[in-house]
């Protein structure tokens, strides 16, 4: 069983699932950086440690205009048309 932490103050908590996790990593996947500092080293290196493992994978970046914001939805709809998958950095 899988416990999850919600760091929010919420006098009634709200149940929550895990979403599906698939056994491969395959296709394609996103790395966003969220504009946060030093959010884009730690892409940078996570890219480079999952290069190695995942050879056949392809890692596309893309950075959000803010942190303090939701992403647009211009860039969210780029980022879901051809990802399987999204890493965002969330550094500091």
């Known amino acids: 069983m ?6 929010t103050n919420e006098s ?3 149940g929550r699932q895990l979403a599906f996790r698939p056994n491969a990593i395959e296709g394609n996947v996103a790395l966003l950086d ?3 500092p030093k959010g884009n080293i ?5 890219e480079e440690n999952l290069s190695e493992m995942l050879p056949l994978v392809k890692f ?3 950075i959000k205009p803010t942190f303090s914001r939701p992403a647009p939805d211009k860039l969210r709809h780029e980022i879901i048309l051809d990802n399987q998958f999204i890493i965002e ?3 500091d």
């Not at 899988?2 to 760091?7: K, R, V």
């Not at 730690?42 to 996570?46: M, Q, V």
């Open 89 to 91: 950095a969330l550094a």
């Open 42 to 46: 730690l892409l940078d290196r996570l």
């Open 34 to 36: 969220i504009s946060k």
């Open 12 to 14: 009634r908590p709200v």
């Open 2 to 7: 899988t416990t999850i932490l919600d760091p």
């Open 60 to 62: 596309t970046r893309f």
